[in-house]
């Protein structure tokens, strides 16, 4: 049975880092195209990084700059570095893999939560 098991959310201070790590349980990243989702209270989800088979990265515009998804040479773990927070940040954060069409993905993590205080 294959799984995403993310780690890594929590409350920080506005400016402050955080590192999402997502870790694939069953499987490996390898030849899947990958990504962080998140969802803020009363908000629909939407995509926040995501990096392709090839090692090819790609933000939302209100992220560029301050976070980098990247994978390990084994494959098995997607991260998220998250610099520079802002209060907006504020959401449950998902990771997802196997992208069936544009920003459709089969698998999902159970979501962590990271919270920004002003």
């Not at 098995?76 to 992208?99: F, G, H, R």
């Amino acid at each position: 049975q294959v799984h995403l098991i993310e780690s890594g959310g929590g409350l920080v201070q506005a400016g402050d880092s955080l590192r999402l790590s997502c870790a694939a349980s069953g499987f490996t990243f390898s030849g899947f195209n990958s990504a962080w989702f998140r969802q803020a209270p009363g908000k629909e989800r939407e995509f926040v990084a995501g990096i392709s088979w090839s090692g090819v990265t790609y933000y939302t515009d209100s992220v560029k700059g301050r976070f980098t998804i990247s994978t390990d040479n084994a494959k098995i773990t997607v991260t998220l570095q998250m610099n520079s927070l802002k209060p907006e940040d504020t959401a449950v954060y998902y990771c997802a893999t196997d992208e069936a069409s544009p920003h459709e993905y089969k698998l999902w993590g159970q979501g962590t939560q990271v919270t920004v205080a002003s």
